[in-house]
């Protein structure tokens, strides 16, 4: 009887695993004219300035979807400030996105870009993430005369749990990744970032916390518009 217990219960395990597996809708927005605003706050949950992502083209094709990705910053009235586009991938539930999305789009909308050499990795999430699994570093670095100018780089990013969170505009089930995110706009900065995507959606909410382990600000979905998730 117990051997036939156990059988029973690693078959749902292995069930339930397979079809976790073979759920391929990515950590991101990926349909055209998915759109969402995420708000960013000091730790006293004032807001700070306020940031739109939209999947304004795909180009579908047999393998990979070519996504057009607009990224526009507002401040903390919600006014417009500045506005970038990215180019990304979808494929099989994994979402790849251009290097110089980890800039600031304020930076970015600052400087000649052709003024620097530009050199990095690719931002990538996977569409399967289970406890422990390692995600690759992504980083961006722009250089001149061999000097560096700016730089992000995202690194140790392990998955860490998974779990349901509220918001201001509902209840999501998401993974949570931790990394270490270095910022180097003169003075290098280092973070402590928990990140927390769901399915379909992308972040929903990201902690940062300075070297001492004291948050520093936190950043929260306030608005949404996607298909079938509005």
């Given at each position: 009887m117990?051997?036939?217990?156990?059988?029973?219960?690693?078959?749902v395990l292995i069930g339930t695993?397979?079809?976790?597996?073979?759920?391929?809708?990515?950590?991101?927005i990926y349909q055209k004219g998915a759109k969402i605003k995420i708000g960013h706050f000091n730790k006293r949950q004032i807001p700070q300035g306020y940031t739109v992502y939209t999947v304004i083209d795909v180009n579908e094709t047999d393998s990979v979807d070519y996504l057009k990705l607009q990224v526009e910053s507002l401040n903390k009235y919600q006014k417009f400030l500045n506005s970038e586009i990215f180019l990304a991938e979808y494929h099989d539930g994994e979402i790849k996105i251009e290097k110089l999305f980890m800039l600031p789009v304020d930076t970015l909308a600052r400087i000649d870009e052709e003024t620097y050499d530009i050199s990095g990795r690719d931002y990538i999430l996977p569409a399967f993430l289970g406890n422990g699994i390692a995600l690759s570093a992504a980083w961006v670095e722009l250089s001149n005369n061999d000097t560096i100018a700016f730089k992000v780089s995202e690194y140790s990013r392990i998955v860490d749990n998974f779990e349901k969170i509220n918001t201001t505009i509902g209840e999501f089930d998401v993974c949570v990744i931790s990394s270490k995110l270095e910022t180097k706009y003169g003075e290098p900065i280092?973070?402590?970032?928990?990140?927390?995507?769901?399915?379909?959606?992308?972040?929903?909410?990201?902690?940062?916390?300075n070297t001492k382990r004291k948050l520093v600000k936190y950043s929260e979905i306030v608005e949404m518009d996607i298909p079938g998730k509005s």
């Open positions: 117990r051997l036939i217990f156990f059988s029973f219960a690693l078959l695993t397979l079809q976790a597996q073979t759920d391929l809708e990515p950590y991101f280092l973070y402590t970032v928990y990140t927390y995507l769901s399915k379909g959606i992308g972040p929903v909410r990201t902690y940062y916390y």
